[in-house]
């Protein structure tokens, strides 16, 4: 029975996780022409946008999402003030 399980596991571990996604492994040190294409292009430098550009930009994005839903749950808790205190206002008409 544990031979069985053993190759159910074996087949199980074989099987890929995504098929559509093809793993490239290298069998031994990239050709010229590889090197030559991973290799940094200077004319394209220029383009290239920097790193730390990119996470202020992100940093503002979240400071203003955080301030929208502060401002969305303040205006929130606002009216609903505003709601209890009218209710508060107009039982204090009713019993008088």
């Given amino acids: ?20 996604v093809q793993v490239r492994r290298m069998a031994g040190e990239p050709g010229a022409r590889e090197k030559a294409l991973l290799a940094e292009d200077p004319a394209l430098k220029e383009f290239q946008s920097t790193k730390g550009t990119i996470q202020m930009i992100k940093r503002f994005g979240d400071v ?9 749950v303040y205006e929130i808790y606002w009216r609903v003030e505003a709601r209890s205190a009218a209710r508060a206002e107009e039982a204090a008409k009713t019993t008088v």
Avoid at 1 to 20: D, H, I, T, W
Avoid at 64 to 72: D, E, F, I, P, Q
């Fill in 1 to 20: 029975m544990q031979g069985g399980l053993r190759a159910f596991a074996k087949r199980v571990v074989a099987v890929p996780r995504f098929p559509s």
């Fill in 64 to 72: 203003l999402v955080m301030a929208v839903v502060a401002g969305s």
